[in-house]
């Protein structure tokens, strides 16, 4: 503004002026400084309020299961002029891990094995427990090994990679009508519901095992890429490594 005022001044052109070398900063907007901080804000308190609002949503929902089925005189609600949230959430704490010690002795086993013996007796009920069962087995066994290691395999197409759970073994009936060989079932998720895919049984010599826990690969997929984890970059390199191999296997 000064060099214009300057050059009105003179009565010359500006065209005609020369300029040191210089750079020209331009300040942003009121209205742009506004809008990076009204950003910056919800980036702030969105996912501390989406978290709040799980956490809340959960002890909500295992509060109203369980403090029906409580005495009375466990509820500190009676003795309190305020509501206590959370007394349902710990009493079924305490009341499944009491559950769990009792199962491990000798009595709980015998009371567990009873139980299910009445339930396989029941046509519907039968089929329907021991395939829950199975999942929670599955899911929650800490000896288990099914989803707890992520790989990479050449789908959909030879030189695509995308990235898949690594289940169980297959059983011995399915062995026997697969292909000779060591196979593995694996969980291909979809983007960006990973609870949706294609579960389907590989050699396991065309899975690549990655050092990525299961975490980050859902974290990967369900948000298509944007949030990488750390061990992202060696997981192009881990695929072209696979690549040469299979390509020398090819010509071999």
């Given at each position: 503004?000064?060099?214009?005022?300057?050059?009105?001044?003179?009565?010359?052109?500006?065209?005609?002026?020369?300029?040191?070398?210089?750079?020209?900063?331009?300040?942003?907007?009121?209205?742009?400084?506004?809008?990076?901080?009204?950003?910056?804000?919800?980036?702030?308190?969105?996912?501390?309020?989406?978290?709040?609002?799980?956490?809340?949503?959960?002890?909500?929902?295992?509060?109203?299961?369980?403090?029906?089925?409580?005495?009375?005189?466990?509820?500190?609600?009676?003795?309190?002029?305020?509501h206590v949230p959370g007394v349902?959430?710990?009493?079924?704490?305490?009341?499944?891990?009491?559950?769990?010690?009792?199962?491990?002795?000798?009595?709980?086993?015998?009371?567990?094995?009873?139980?299910?013996?009445?339930?396989?007796?029941?046509?519907?009920?039968?089929?329907?427990?021991?395939?829950?069962?199975?999942?929670?087995?599955?899911?929650?066994?800490?000896?288990?090994?099914?989803?707890?290691?992520?790989?990479?395999?050449?789908?959909?197409?030879?030189?695509?990679?995308?990235?898949?759970?690594?289940?169980?073994?297959?059983?011995?009936?399915?062995?026997?009508?697969?292909?000779?060989?060591?196979?593995?079932?694996?969980?291909?998720?979809c983007t960006p519901n990973p609870?949706?895919?294609?579960?389907?049984?590989?050699?396991?010599?065309?899975?690549?095992?990655?050092?990525?826990?299961?975490?980050?690969?859902?974290?990967?997929?369900?948000?298509?890429?944007?949030?990488?984890?750390?061990?992202?970059?060696?997981?192009?390199?881990?695929?072209?490594?696979?690549?040469?191999?299979?390509?020398?296997?090819?010509?071999?």
């Amino acid at each position: 503004m000064r060099r214009l005022l300057l050059a009105r001044f003179h009565g010359q052109n500006m065209n005609q002026i020369e300029f040191p070398n210089s750079e020209i900063v331009s300040r942003p907007s009121f209205g742009a400084r506004v809008r990076a901080w009204f950003f910056t804000g919800l980036i702030i308190t969105g996912p501390l309020t989406v978290t709040i609002w799980l956490v809340w949503w959960f002890v909500d929902t295992v509060d109203h299961w369980v403090k029906p089925l409580m005495p009375p005189f466990l509820s500190p609600d009676p003795y309190l002029p305020f509501h206590v949230p959370g007394v349902g959430v710990l009493v079924a704490f305490l009341g499944l891990t009491l559950l769990g010690f009792l199962a491990a002795n000798f009595a709980g086993r015998a009371l567990i094995r009873i139980g299910e013996a009445m339930l396989d007796r029941m046509p519907v009920v039968r089929g329907l427990y021991k395939s829950v069962k199975q999942i929670f087995e599955t899911i929650f066994s800490q000896s288990g090994t099914s989803f707890r290691k992520v790989g990479l395999v050449q789908f959909p197409a030879p030189g695509m990679w995308t990235i898949v759970f690594i289940s169980a073994p297959p059983s011995a009936t399915l062995t026997t009508a697969l292909p000779q060989g060591e196979h593995v079932s694996v969980f291909l998720p979809c983007t960006p519901n990973p609870t949706t895919g294609f579960y389907f049984f590989l050699p396991v010599s065309d899975v690549i095992e990655i050092p990525m826990t299961p975490d980050d690969a859902a974290k990967l997929i369900m948000s298509a890429g944007l949030i990488q984890p750390e061990t992202q970059a060696a997981m192009g390199a881990l695929a072209e490594q696979a690549k040469v191999k299979q390509e020398l296997e090819k010509a071999g």
